[in-house]
């Protein structure tokens, strides 16, 4: 491709965005923003991602067939699985004016994901035991109603997914099919050049499994998600899940003091209320009341300093959801307005629990249950019974230990690349989809289901790719193979000569985008090169008289090379990579 015909060249202006893949992304014209989180993929872009979406195709075909589903779909198959009114990114279209709607007035739901259009699609066609397992994938546009827009490709409200789904006939059939996507999937980061940086990490299972699912997080210093490393079992953990048990806080010879209510009215967060009452943030107590799907009050406490993780606090309580209750409750529970709930004096009916960080404590602070006061110098054993259990209900942070190995964690960022997730048979009982064993018998049917966010990962590559001149493409991925750059072009001889180099390379079958403008210096030509950022370029000029000059992206060395080793080295570094790892 010439350079000078490309739609959607460099912005050498553009603005600083908030993540460093969307200010070079737009800087390098391979995208534009239409909107925040909504962007356009020019010529260089969509090259971009077609590569990245053909290996990961290459790699689905091995284990599933891809189909093409709507995305619009029926609101009634999100109310046959109870998602229409829970999913909280959810997105619906409307007619936009009355014209539109005296047409057609039907809603539709815009799929953030799949589930309720392939479990029934699977159903009109797979019924016998014949025909298990089976897997369907697509590569398709997902649309999903973010709260905050950032980070260019990696948080949008439409992007591109590809979403797998299998379907077996027994829990150790699809376990085993489970097994089997984390080793694919791995090829598939291989291949795109994350691989060596990207692990398998346990994460939340949702409100219908205890089991874990596996996210695949590639490391990352801008990372959006932390993740924690327990070394002596070679387990990474997402923060949502990663048990953790908090530093121990040692006091020395701190004598035991009379508890005390101080006045404290409108103090916001743990930080301000122990700058208000002199006291080290751990001596501080967050208790939060929650209401189950039951209709059950819960009370929750942890130290000062962390959150409370609601996914382990469910599966503590036993329910399948909670929320934090209204002000009426928590005025009905403790008997003051919110901001003031403690441990103390709770009625005997509520159950509370507990953190094991708000344990090894003594004169510690808690909500007094009085509007406006906090009681200080708390102590189990004399204001507060000692639970006869603590539990882990925190999120992790940096610093804390696995309870069960001792190890302090090793802590990372992180951006998910994608994720497998055991479904069970949530959505196949829903749909009432079964399956008629050899004994004439309906049985049911497991499912799994398994995504990559291929938009993500051109934005992940980038944040992990990149220099202060631009960005570094892997080779699988770049939107050329070649980047050639014409200089002198003025020069009759020397524009005859990069001109037949261009064809040359492309009757050899090598992707070539030729930089051919005449009246551009060398430095802008070479600032470019380096902005867009493909793998090699090569320099016909003057200077390089018969020969060309040839470089790699990202490395200092230039080598003056015959054109037959050019192609050479080219077609070598094609082969490699169709060569499978």
Same mark, same amino acid.
């Given at each position: 491709?010439?350079?000078?015909?490309?739609?959607?060249?460099?912005?050498?202006?553009?603005?600083?965005?908030?993540?460093?893949?969307?200010?070079?992304?737009?800087?390098?014209?391979?995208?534009?923003?239409?909107?925040?989180?909504?962007?356009?993929?020019?010529?260089?872009?969509?090259?971009?991602?077609?590569?990245?979406?053909?290996?990961?195709?290459?790699?689905?075909?091995?284990?599933?067939?891809?189909?093409?589903?709507?995305?619009?779909?029926?609101?009634?198959?999100?109310?046959?699985?109870?998602?229409?009114?829970?999913?909280?990114?959810?997105?619906?279209?409307?007619?936009?004016?009355?014209?539109?709607?005296?047409?057609?007035?039907?809603?539709?739901?815009?799929?953030?994901?799949?589930?309720?259009?392939?479990?029934?699609?699977?159903?009109?066609?797979?019924?016998?035991?014949?025909?298990?397992?089976?897997?369907?994938?697509?590569?398709?546009?997902?649309?999903?109603?973010?709260?905050?827009?950032?980070?260019?490709?990696?948080?949008?409200?439409?992007?591109?997914?590809?979403?797998?789904?299998?379907?077996?006939?027994?829990?150790?059939?699809?376990?085993?099919?489970?097994?089997?996507?984390?080793?694919?999937?791995?090829?598939?980061?291989?291949?795109?050049?994350?691989?060596?940086?990207?692990?398998?990490?346990?994460?939340?299972?949702?409100?219908?499994?205890?089991?874990?699912?596996?996210?695949?997080?590639?490391?990352?210093?801008?990372?959006?998600?932390?993740?924690?490393?327990?070394?002596?079992?070679?387990?990474?953990?997402?923060?949502?899940?990663?048990?953790?048990?908090?530093?121990?806080?040692?006091?020395?010879?701190?004598?035991?003091?009379?508890?005390?209510?101080?006045?404290?009215?409108?103090?916001?967060?743990?930080?301000?209320?122990? #700058? !208000?009452?002199? +006291?080290? &943030?751990? *001596?501080?107590?967050?208790?939060?009341?929650?209401?189950?799907? %039951?209709?059950? $009050?819960?009370?929750?406490?942890?130290?000062?300093?962390?959150?409370?993780?609601?996914?382990?606090?469910?599966?503590?309580?036993?329910?399948?959801?909670?929320?934090?209750?209204?002000?009426?409750?928590?005025?009905?529970?403790?008997?003051?307005?919110?901001?003031?709930?403690?441990?103390?004096?709770?009625?005997?009916?509520?159950?509370?629990?507990?953190?094991?960080?708000?344990?090894?404590?003594?004169?510690?602070?808690?909500?007094?249950?009085?509007?406006?006061?906090?009681?200080?110098?708390?102590?189990?054993?004399?204001?507060?019974?000692?639970?006869? #259990? !603590?539990?882990? +209900?925190? &999120?992790? *942070?940096?610093?804390?230990?696995?309870?069960?190995?001792?190890? %302090?964690?090793? $802590?990372?960022?992180?951006?998910?690349?994608?994720?497998?997730?055991?479904?069970?048979?949530?959505?196949?009982?829903?749909?009432?989809?079964?399956?008629?064993?050899?004994?004439?018998?309906?049985?049911?049917?497991?499912?799994?289901?398994?995504?990559?966010?291929?938009?993500?990962?051109?934005?992940?590559?980038?944040?992990?790719?990149?220099?202060?001149?631009?960005?570094?493409?892997?080779?699988?991925?770049?939107?050329?193979?070649?980047?050639?750059?014409?200089?002198?072009?003025?020069?009759?001889?020397?524009?005859?000569?990069?001109?037949?180099?261009?064809?040359?390379?492309?009757?050899?079958?090598?992707?070539?985008?030729?930089?051919?403008?005449?009246?551009?210096?060398?430095?802008?030509?070479?600032?470019?090169?380096?902005?867009?950022?493909?793998?090699?370029?090569?320099?016909?000029?003057?200077?390089?008289?018969?020969?060309?000059?040839?470089?790699?992206?990202?490395?200092?060395?230039?080598?003056?090379?015959?054109?037959?080793?050019?192609?050479?080295?080219?077609?070598?570094?094609?082969?490699?990579?169709?060569?499978?790892?």
């Amino acid at each position: 491709m010439l350079y000078s015909k490309l739609f959607g060249k460099t912005k050498k202006n553009s603005k600083q965005y908030d993540s460093i893949n969307a200010t070079l992304l737009i800087k390098g014209g391979f995208i534009d923003q239409v909107m925040a989180g909504t962007y356009t993929y020019l010529t260089l872009g969509l090259r971009v991602i077609n590569k990245i979406e053909q290996i990961i195709r290459e790699e689905m075909d091995t284990i599933g067939q891809e189909i093409l589903m709507p995305a619009l779909t029926p609101i009634v198959n999100w109310q046959h699985t109870g998602r229409f009114e829970t999913v909280d990114v959810l997105m619906k279209t409307t007619p936009a004016n009355i014209f539109a709607k005296a047409k057609n007035d039907t809603e539709y739901v815009l799929s953030p994901t799949h589930e309720e259009v392939v479990t029934p699609l699977a159903q009109k066609f797979i019924l016998s035991y014949k025909d298990f397992p089976f897997a369907l994938y697509q590569i398709q546009n997902k649309f999903r109603n973010e709260p905050r827009v950032k980070s260019g490709l990696l948080r949008g409200r439409e992007f591109r997914m590809k979403d797998l789904y299998s379907f077996h006939t027994s829990e150790e059939d699809f376990k085993k099919y489970y097994e089997k996507s984390k080793e694919v999937y791995m090829q598939v980061f291989n291949r795109l050049g994350i691989g060596k940086d990207t692990v398998i990490t346990l994460a939340s299972g949702g409100s219908f499994t205890d089991d874990y699912s596996h996210e695949f997080q590639t490391i990352c210093e801008t990372g959006e998600d932390t993740i924690f490393y327990d070394k002596k079992t070679n387990t990474y953990y997402n923060k949502e899940v990663a048990p953790n048990q908090a530093p121990e806080i040692k006091y020395q010879d701190e004598k035991i003091l009379p508890k005390k209510d101080v006045l404290g009215k409108g103090i916001i967060g743990v930080e301000e209320l122990a #700058k !208000f009452l002199k +006291i080290p &943030v751990e *001596k501080t107590t967050k208790t939060l009341i929650y209401e189950t799907d %039951k209709k059950e $009050v819960v009370v929750a406490a942890v130290r000062g300093g962390y959150d409370i993780n609601e996914n382990k606090l469910r599966k503590v309580v036993g329910c399948k959801a909670l929320k934090l209750t209204s002000p009426e409750i928590v005025k009905k529970v403790t008997g003051a307005e919110i901001g003031y709930a403690g441990l103390l004096n709770l009625p005997k009916n509520i159950k509370v629990f507990i953190d094991e960080s708000v344990g090894n404590r003594h004169n510690f602070e808690t909500g007094a249950n009085k509007t406006h006061y906090h009681s200080i110098n708390v102590n189990f054993g004399r204001d507060l019974p000692k639970p006869k #259990k !603590f539990y882990d +209900i925190k &999120v992790a *942070k940096e610093g804390d230990s696995n309870p069960k190995t001792k190890e %302090k964690y090793q $802590v990372y960022r992180a951006s998910e690349v994608g994720n497998i997730f055991p479904l069970y048979t949530k959505f196949t009982e829903a749909f009432n989809y079964h399956f008629v064993d050899q004994d004439g018998k309906e049985k049911p049917i497991y499912m799994g289901c398994y995504g990559i966010g291929s938009s993500r990962i051109m934005g992940i590559i980038i944040e992990k790719h990149h220099d202060n001149h631009g960005i570094i493409w892997p080779e699988s991925v770049a939107p050329f193979q070649v980047h050639l750059i014409g200089l002198d072009m003025k020069d009759k001889n020397i524009s005859s000569k990069v001109h037949q180099v261009y064809q040359v390379l492309k009757e050899k079958n090598i992707e070539v985008l030729f930089d051919d403008r005449e009246e551009v210096s060398a430095g802008e030509k070479f600032a470019d090169a380096d902005l867009i950022g493909i793998s090699v370029r090569l320099v016909v000029s003057i200077r390089t008289k018969e020969k060309v000059e040839y470089k790699r992206r990202g490395e200092n060395k230039t080598s003056l090379m015959e054109l037959k080793e050019v192609i050479s080295n080219v077609k070598s570094q094609i082969s490699n990579l169709h060569r499978k790892t």
